[in-house]
């Protein structure tokens, strides 16, 4: 050793007793061990209680089950696809949904990256202005749709009034003659209401997952891009956006999933009426299924949505990688 | 130079009250109504926004001791608790055995929970009725304890996947020559480190449990065991007859509470949000 | 104190042959460290021991004792990584305590051994701060006590300085040499910097593409190169190596002399050498030339005194001599040492 004899010595004695050690090996050290127990009670839930049910649901879409008798033996084939395809209610859910998915996407994407810039920054009362944001998403959506139907109630609703104050409806204005507009009473404001209702609760939780890729883009970069003299809409448009890509396309998914999945607002406010035209497939398959006793059928309708969300999630996961790529 | 910072300010500040006005004008509107008299609700001349009578609790004091709202809470906060339990224990672990133990495909795995997760529940719903009926829980806050977790633990899981790998992997290696075992690192250096993401996760739970409409609707049709969700719109609206200022009142009560909760935890959820994409599987 | 072991030690990953069958022991209490160009499998190596990797083949043994399949926690082997992997959520205090409470050690055992080992490394002052709010020469100095408050049996430390900036790794590399000699535990330390690995280690070990090159003292490494990897690699700058057919012969820079400034007693080899250029470095001069004739005018460097660089002559050819003793000869193919050949 080339230290110096004494000082070596000293540090040796200092080292020799280790403190004992408890190394009993077991199966806490295996990773694949621990690993398999600690996924297992997930998995095994979603085997039961997701992919079961959604084999039975294939199963009973097959079958005649009703409330009465839900029995999935008797096979009918695709009798239940057919009947529900030719159902004039179809082609208005069908239609609806798509059209009222696609509209709160390109309203949300907007809504979502406006509402990003802002939160992006600080600002004082930046902690109100989060409280308020979030609200929408607070309340629970049953609750909401309920406060919205309030909102745009045929006779005492407050933007019909304020509407009547500022001379725009009643008789003899631009909107009237009638006194109030009827927002679900009507087909394409029906339709136009609940696109509203779904971008103003969607909206808090889009903007929290971009904003989460926001704060990850690097402060260096819209720094270099002022020195550079980019101006507000250059940086947006060139920097921000493209950094932020996946994660809308992210929170777009979600959306999707969300809007085109289910039925809550539409079952509170518009009730798919007047008619069947504002009518969506997860209503109706509940309207059928659950309401109409006619188990198998409801089942039918909602697959349909199953290769819808399935190809628009590729298509979305696609775009992703090239980006990442 | 001046008057352009005033001006961009002016634009920040306007555009900000813009958004906050869109978020709060339904809730503003509730918490008038809720305290309004009918006389004064149902006059279409009178203005709206103001309280052309004096305010009144009446409604209030109706939602709670005429209504099974008080019942309806605290099934809310009673499946709602147990949710959250139940999706922690299945999804923590499961989220870091994928992260971290189960090799290559654990950590290209999110694609497949986000499968998982793209079955909404208006496909599982009629199935998942007759599996409810089956085990005798129709009409009892169990069957919806059982069922929330289908929409809760496929979320977390791929929120916390994320999340566990972005600790950095030799944190978790030094405790393991530190003398921990794998359970040992879990428990003392993964979970704490992951605690944003797992304030995300109660959140999310809490909130998604709180806020299907379609299970709950579903499953329970006794008064005395349904959620908020379900409960308030079908007993406060009896065939034609809406009790408004109880339905509003009924909103606002949950609302804006958990508006609060969520504001002031608004950052965190952001930083739980360390989500990437679901990963390739070539990758 | 322990003596280290490692036997044909193989890991692939997939296709890739990150390790192929590692030999190496240490000695007792000594200070080796392992160094080569990134890539070259010292990480895995280090990892394999440290339990961090299950090998392919190949076995691990401490003190005799087989510990290939024991989990890292049962190595009792203290591992430093390169970003210091401190616990972000954890006091300086709680950090340095964590792999005592692992073994069960009483409390007041635990204070002594934190006041000792932040006693050692001068970091009492940092007992309450969180990681984040450390420099990164006082996060090394934590990553250290936290290492040796455990009496390990072995020290591993993976690019321990390569985190911190120049002038702060100077100082780093003698307290972590110091801390050696004080605590006299075996060290492995790995490298991708051949100064470092040279001025630190009693051995050092060479690794390229999987596989260990040569170990030995730094002096063995530069003057008596296994091959022309180990030749290249090690030495400021690298040995020259000119080749000539089925021979490669090499010579360092120092080596290289003016024909005038050496005694016509010596028995030399002479080049024809082509000075391109020279370079004042302080205590010496570089010059940059080619050797012509048989060399095809291969890429030279020269180390100079003072007193030497008066006879050279930039952009002409000139006769430089190596004295015989200190020429070193490759096979070309393999780039092995090989016998003197005639030049």
């Not at chain 2, 003398?179 to 879990?186: A, D, E, T």
Request: with cysteine.
């Amino acid at each position: 050793m080339r230290n110096e004899e004494g000082f070596s010595r000293r540090g040796a004695a200092e080292y020799t007793k280790p403190p004992q050690q408890r190394a009993r090996i077991g199966i806490a050290d295996r990773d694949d061990v621990v690993g398999a127990l600690m996924l297992a009670p997930a998995v095994i839930y979603v085997i039961a209680l997701v992919a079961m049910p959604f084999f039975l649901a294939i199963a009973l879409s097959l079958s005649g089950a009703t409330v009465g008798n839900p029995a999935i033996q008797q096979f009918v084939g695709l009798d239940n696809f057919i009947s529900v395809v030719r159902d004039a209610a179809f082609m208005f859910a069908l239609r609806n949904s798509i059209i009222i998915t696609v509209a709160t996407l390109v309203l949300l994407t907007i809504l979502t990256i406006l509402q990003v810039e802002l939160l992006a920054r600080d600002f004082p009362g930046k902690r109100l202005a989060q409280i308020l944001l979030i609200l929408p998403w607070a309340m629970p959506v049953a609750l909401a749709a309920v406060g919205w139907l309030w909102l745009l109630d045929s006779e005492f609703s407050p933007i019909d009034w304020i509407l009547r104050a500022v001379g725009l409806l009643g008789p003899g204005t631009v909107l009237g003659p009638a006194n109030n507009l009827f927002y679900l009473g009507r087909e394409w404001l029906g339709i136009g209401a609940v696109v509203i209702i779904n971008v103003w609760r969607a909206l808090p939780l889009s903007t929290i997952i971009v904003l989460a890729g926001r704060t990850a883009i690097p402060n260096e970069l819209f720094e270099q891009a002022e020195l550079d003299g980019a101006g507000y809409f250059r940086i947006l448009f060139q920097i921000t956006l493209p950094a932020l890509a996946i994660l809308l396309i992210v929170a777009i998914l979600f959306t999707v999933l969300v809007i085109f999945g289910d039925m809550t607002v539409v079952a509170l406010t518009t009730r798919g009426g007047p008619g069947y035209t504002t009518e969506i497939l997860p209503y109706w398959a509940y309207l059928k299924g659950i309401q109409g006793g006619a188990l198998s059928q409801g089942a039918a309708i909602a697959l349909f949505l199953f290769p819808v969300l399935l190809a628009v999630s590729i298509l979305a996961l696609r775009m992703a990688y090239r980006r990442q790529e | 130079m001046r008057t352009g910072q005033t001006l961009r300010m002016i634009g920040f500040y306007a555009a900000l009250l813009l958004f906050c006005g869109f978020a709060i004008f339904p809730a503003a509107w509730m918490l008038i109504t809720a305290f309004k008299r009918n006389a004064d609700l149902y006059d279409p001349a009178n203005n709206p926004f103001l309280f052309n009578a004096p305010p009144t609790l009446s409604h209030i004091g109706f939602l709670f001791t005429e209504t099974n709202y008080p019942v309806f809470l605290w099934n809310s906060l009673f499946i709602g608790v147990i949710v959250v339990a139940i999706t922690l224990v299945l999804a923590v672990p499961a989220a870091y055995s994928l992260a971290r133990l189960m090799g290559h495909w654990g950590e290209h795995s999110s694609i497949a929970i986000f499968l998982v997760y793209l079955i909404p529940p208006t496909l599982l719903f009629i199935p998942l009725y007759e599996v409810v009926t089956l085990l005798g829980l129709a009409n009892t806050v169990w069957s919806l304890i059982l069922v929330y977790p289908t929409i809760t633990v496929p979320f977390c899981t791929w929120l916390l996947l994320s999340f566990f790998r972005s600790i950095p992997r030799e944190i978790e290696e030094a405790a393991l020559t530190d003398g921990w075992s794998r359970v040992g690192v879990f428990f003392r250096v993964a979970l704490p480190l992951a605690v944003p993401g797992i304030t995300t996760c109660i959140v999310f739970a809490f909130a998604l449990s709180l806020s299907d409409y379609i299970y709950a609707a579903v499953f329970v049709s006794a008064t005395t065991s349904r959620t908020v969700s379900a409960g308030v719109p079908t007993e406060l609206i009896r065939g034609d007859i809406y009790y408004w200022q109880a339905l509003m009142a009924a909103t606002a009560i949950v609302g804006l509470p958990l508006a609060v909760v969520y504001g002031l935890l608004f950052d965190w959820l952001v930083k739980g949000f360390q989500v990437e994409l679901p990963r390739s599987p070539r990758a | 104190m322990a003596v280290l072991e490692v036997r044909g030690l193989t890991k692939h990953f997939g296709d890739f042959k990150a390790l192929k069958g590692i030999d190496l022991t240490t000695q007792e209490g000594e200070f080796l460290t392992i160094v080569g160009p990134s890539g070259c499998g010292k990480t895995t190596l280090m990892r394999s021991i440290a339990g961090l990797e299950k090998p392919t083949a190949g076995d691990v043994l401490l003190n005799g004792r087989l510990i290939t399949p024991l989990p890292p926690r049962a190595r009792n082997i203290a591992m430093v990584f390169q970003s210091y992997a401190l616990y972000p959520h954890m006091s300086v205090a709680d950090n340095i305590a964590f792999p005592l409470k692992a073994r069960g050690v009483a409390r007041a055992e635990q204070e002594r051994l934190i006041r000792w080992a932040t006693g050692i490394l001068g970091i009492e002052a940092l007992l309450h701060r969180r990681p984040a709010r450390l420099s990164g020469g006082e996060k090394q100095k934590v990553a250290l006590a936290r290492a040796i408050v455990r009496k390990p049996s072995l020290f591993i430390f993976d690019e321990p300085l390569s985190s911190l900036d120049a002038q702060v790794r100077a100082l780093a590399r003698a307290e972590l040499r110091q801390l050696h000699d004080r605590t006299g535990v075996t060290t492995v330390y790995v490298t991708h910097d051949q100064v470092e690995a040279v001025g630190l280690g009693d051995r050092v070990a060479v690794m390229q593409a999987g596989a260990l090159c040569q170990i030995g003292s730094p002096q063995e490494l530069y003057r008596e190169p296994a091959n022309t990897f180990v030749a290249g690699f090690i030495g400021t700058p690298p040995m020259n190596l000119l080749e000539r057919g089925a021979t490669i012969v090499g010579f360092r820079p120092e080596h290289l002399m003016p024909r005038a400034a050496v005694p016509e007693s010596e028995d030399v080899a002479t080049f024809q050498v082509h000075v391109a250029r020279i370079e004042f470095l302080g205590s010496e001069w570089l010059a940059y030339g080619s050797a012509d004739g048989e060399f095809r005018n291969a890429k030279v460097l020269c180390k100079l005194r003072q007193e030497a660089i008066s006879k050279v002559k930039v952009g002409e050819v000139q006769e430089f001599v190596v004295s015989r003793s200190l020429l070193r000869f490759f096979d070309t193919k393999t780039g092995m040492h090989t016998a003197a050949a005639p030049i």
